[in-house]
């Protein structure tokens, strides 16, 4: 494993450099600010009269469309959605110098060859392990998330060079950056995302209150049971692992985590799992969400309303709202 840190970054190589930051959601917002702060000379690129073109502004940016934001950049990041970004590039690419760097935070449409960059760009890659507000409030309090750092193309023998420097401006190199490729992060993402940390936990969640339910059990103890104290467990696995979290539950729900969780988690979903990540490897995943997005999302739009209208919502909300101490 390479992983740099503060002491490999090269910050000259920006000093007074443009950076455009193309897109102003959540990583977008959080990159900008945190390389204002760092000193460097950020312009946003957004679509006039949007919301995000006027937050910007309200921001202290100065904001431009798209095409005329990229002009005269050293660093072009498309911070975008990813089923955005391949009609973004096309709109925006004739206005990029010679010479600059193309950055991503995830490398889907590079991976996948929906973008295909101009052969005098060199294209990177920096993916902070965490959401946009997590990457601001890190570097607010002296901190960093940690980030992956992948050069698809050097066409200026400096990629890696402007790519770390742009790590270190939004705080990441204080935390490490670790060296992978674009198939690496978008591969082990993607896999991620599905098996484990969205559709394998809500999968997970919803058997679990389905099967209390169905045994006679209340939906309010149920809920409380499988979806509100997920948040104790991933709290302590995120800050001391596996080891943390048995030292913080007691031996009868340690005893029954060895003995029951292999038999949740056996060899067939293992083997799902293994499925998911071969889809994701051979382009299958890639190729019908792209089908998906052209069609108009409509088997999106029927699953995620399904999600929505599940019982462990209604129940889940009503419960909320007498915890006056979350965010809603």
Same mark, same amino acid.
């Given at each position: 494993?390479?992983?740099?840190?503060?002491?490999?970054?090269?910050?000259?190589?920006?000093?007074?450099?443009?950076?455009?930051?193309?897109?102003?959601?959540?990583?977008?917002?959080?990159?900008?600010?945190?390389?204002?702060?760092?000193?460097?000379?950020?312009?946003?690129? %957004?679509? /006039?009269? *949007?919301?995000?073109? +006027?937050? #910007? @502004?309200?921001?202290?940016?100065?904001?431009? !469309?798209?095409?005329?934001?990229?002009?005269?950049?050293?660093?072009?990041?498309?911070?975008?959605?990813?089923?955005?970004?391949?009609?973004?590039?096309?709109?925006?690419?004739?206005?990029?110098?010679?010479?600059?760097?193309?950055?991503?935070?995830?490398?889907?449409?590079?991976?996948?060859?929906?973008?295909?960059?101009?052969?005098?760009?060199?294209?990177?890659?920096?993916?902070?392990?965490?959401?946009?507000?997590?990457?601001?409030?890190?570097?607010?309090?002296?901190?960093?998330?940690?980030?992956?750092?992948?050069?698809?193309?050097?066409?200026?023998?400096?990629?890696?060079?402007?790519?770390? %420097?742009? /790590?270190? *401006?939004?705080?990441? +190199?204080? #935390? @490490?950056?670790?060296?992978?490729?674009?198939? !690496?992060?978008?591969?082990?993402?993607?896999?991620?995302?599905?098996?484990?940390?969205?559709?394998?936990?809500?999968?997970?969640?919803?058997?679990?209150?389905?099967?209390?339910?169905?045994?006679?059990?209340?939906?309010?103890?149920?809920?409380?049971?499988?979806?509100?104290?997920?948040?104790?467990?991933?709290?302590?696995?995120?800050?001391?692992?596996?080891?943390?979290?048995?030292?913080?539950?007691?031996?009868?729900?340690?005893?029954?985590?060895?003995?029951?969780?292999?038999?949740?988690?056996?060899?067939?979903?293992?083997?799902?799992?293994?499925?998911?990540?071969?889809?994701?490897?051979?382009?299958?995943? /890639?190729?019908?969400?792209?089908?998906?997005?052209?069609?108009?999302?409509?088997?999106?739009?029927?699953?995620?309303?399904?999600?929505?209208?599940?019982?462990?919502?209604?129940?889940?909300?009503?419960?909320?709202?007498?915890?006056?101490?979350?965010?809603?």
């Amino acid at each position: 494993m390479q992983m740099y840190s503060e002491s490999d970054v090269d910050r000259a190589c920006l000093e007074g450099r443009q950076i455009t930051i193309l897109g102003y959601g959540s990583q977008g917002r959080a990159h900008a600010l945190n390389l204002k702060d760092s000193g460097h000379n950020v312009v946003i690129g %957004a679509r /006039a009269g *949007g919301g995000s073109f +006027a937050k #910007a @502004g309200a921001d202290g940016f100065v904001v431009k !469309e798209p095409a005329a934001a990229v002009q005269g950049a050293a660093i072009v990041a498309i911070l975008t959605p990813d089923t955005s970004q391949s009609a973004l590039y096309a709109s925006v690419v004739d206005n990029i110098d010679q010479g600059a760097a193309l950055l991503f935070a995830h490398g889907f449409n590079i991976h996948f060859k929906q973008i295909e960059p101009r052969s005098d760009l060199d294209v990177v890659l920096i993916a902070p392990k965490g959401p946009g507000d997590l990457v601001r409030r890190q570097y607010e309090e002296g901190h960093g998330v940690p980030c992956l750092v992948a050069v698809a193309q050097d066409s200026t023998g400096n990629a890696l060079k402007l790519a770390l %420097a742009y /790590a270190d *401006g939004i705080g990441g +190199a204080r #935390a @490490g950056v670790i060296a992978t490729t674009f198939a !690496e992060e978008t591969e082990t993402d993607l896999f991620g995302e599905q098996a484990v940390l969205c559709g394998g936990a809500t999968e997970l969640i919803v058997a679990g209150y389905e099967t209390l339910v169905n045994a006679g059990y209340q939906p309010e103890v149920a809920y409380y049971e499988v979806m509100h104290e997920m948040k104790l467990i991933v709290d302590l696995l995120h800050e001391g692992g596996i080891a943390k979290m048995h030292n913080f539950i007691s031996e009868t729900a340690a005893w029954g985590d060895l003995i029951s969780g292999p038999r949740v988690i056996d060899e067939h979903a293992r083997a799902k799992m293994q499925d998911v990540l071969t889809d994701i490897q051979d382009g299958t995943f /890639a190729k019908r969400w792209i089908a998906e997005n052209e069609a108009g999302q409509p088997e999106y739009k029927k699953l995620m309303q399904a999600d929505l209208d599940h019982p462990i919502e209604k129940v889940g909300a009503k419960l909320r709202a007498q915890m006056d101490w979350l965010e809603n």
